[in-house]
């Protein structure tokens, strides 16, 4: 099962917005609003950051925001700040058997 | 607080078997559905398995299809992942998360608590 399409690598400055994209198909983001996205610090469990698609859990700062245009889904930081420094992660619900498909990751560097 | 604690890992010759466990605390078990996910040494994330609310309905990735198993206790608030037939390829770290739709039967695919993780390695 092919995992979802993410870059490597995004950086920016503090204070700056940074976009990281996740591409699918019609089968998995582009069909269905269950798109979510993880922050991870080195060695600690993920954290959900948002969920279908644009909704913030609980405790979120609002400088994270997601949206979705056909088979790609962004989530946008906005006032980067350092603690923003972490690997994300997007995850979409796929129709296949394998229900839950990861994005390949991305590296957010703070400048 | 809401918590979810992983214990079970270790190391396993291949084509051993180890049995994982999820303890919850802080929230009402029995109504949400519970995820595996893991993330194999430098690796990203990958979907394991989700169990309904009442451990009714199972639904795993095909990499673990026929050689793990996912089982839950709501009287213990414990959830279980029993590994079988395990590889090489089947090394990370196991971690147990919570959906967060609480309505029975639906989800949003998505994990909104997570455990610390428990680390499972496969060699001889």
Redesign the interface.
Known sequence: ?S?LTQPASVSGSPGQSITISCTGTSSDVGGYR?V?W?Q?HPGK????MI??VSDR?SGVSNRFSGSKSGNTASLTISGLQAEDEADY?C???RL??????????TKLTVL | QVQLVESGGGVVQPWGSLRLSCAASGFTFSSYGMHWVRQAPGKGLEWVALMSYDGMNIYYADSVKGRFTVSRDNYQNTMYLQLSSLRAEDTAVYYCARDPEPRPDYYYYAMDVWGQGTTVTVSS
């Open positions: 099962q995992a269950f979510s993880y991870q469990a993920p954290r959900l969920y279908k859990p992660y995850s979409s619900y296949t058997s394998t229900l839950v498909v990861f994005g390949t990751g």
